[in-house]
């Protein structure tokens, strides 16, 4: 089964950039997708397609994906982007994989 | 909009079973693969299973073959997880998540259900 990596945890103070890496073996060939989870609440989409951003999703957020490592990375970050993070991936049709999270905090 | 409301979860000894549902309205269910995603309390989210669009395959994770099966009634708009013997370590919240469709990019899930929570407990 095909593995991916995300740090645990990262901060990052108000305004400054955040960046989330996932790695996966050759994770650039594949095609990343990334989710935002807050407490108690369900997953949403923020990234799909490596880059694509889901409508109502503000320009902050993007991503991009080469070699062994796919990043998230949200600009300008305000205290509302506290939350975790998940990269995923469809290996095959019968493998859906997601990373072990990253937790954003801002400080 | 569209909206996929969990139902089913509760607490169960081990080596019990139990059913989930998840209510599908705001899009054409039928045309859409639909899977379950679990998420113990404090881990990160685990996929658990997929049904293709018109039921004609499933797939499961491996934690999970021979004891989950997941089906669709597309006729109302529902799916469903029949969960046996259960394992302390299916404790979770279960999340219905639908897949986008074959033209809106690689497969992912582009909207979630506000779970529902299985708690496997003697």
């Known amino acids: 089964s095909y593995v991916l990596t995300q740090p645990p945890s990262v901060s990052v103070a108000p305004g400054q950039t955040a960046r989330i890496t996932c790695g996966g073996n050759n994770i650039g060939g594949k095609t990343v997708h990334w989710y935002q989870q807050k407490p108690g609440q369900a997953p949403v989409l923020v990234v799909y397609d490596d880059s694509d951003r889901p409508s109502g999703i503000p320009e902050r957020f993007s991503g991009s994906n080469s070699g062994n490592t796919a990043t998230l990375t949200i600009s300008r970050v305000e205290a509302g982007d506290e939350a975790d993070y998940y990269c995923q991936v469809c290996y095959s049709a019968s493998d859906w994989v997601f990373g072990g999270g990253t937790k954003l905090t801002v400080l | 909009q569209v909206q996929l409301v969990e139902s089913g979860g509760g607490v169960v000894q081990p080596g019990r079973s139990l059913r989930l549902s998840c209510a599908a309205s705001g899009f054409t269910f039928r045309n859409y693969g639909m899977h379950w995603v679990r998420q113990a309390p404090g881990k990160g989210l685990e996929w658990v299973a997929v049904i293709w669009y018109d039921g004609s395959n499933k797939y499961y994770a491996d934690s999970v073959k021979g004891r989950f099966t997941i089906s669709r009634d597309n006729s109302k708009n529902t799916l469903y997880l029949q969960m046996n013997s259960l394992r302390a370590e299916d404790t979770a919240v279960y999340y219905c998540?639908?897949?986008?469709?074959?033209?809106?990019?690689?497969?992912?899930?582009?909207?979630w259900g506000q779970g529902t929570l299985v708690t496997v407990s003697s």
């Open positions: 998540a639908k897949e986008v469709g074959a033209l809106e990019g690689a497969p992912h899930f582009d909207y």
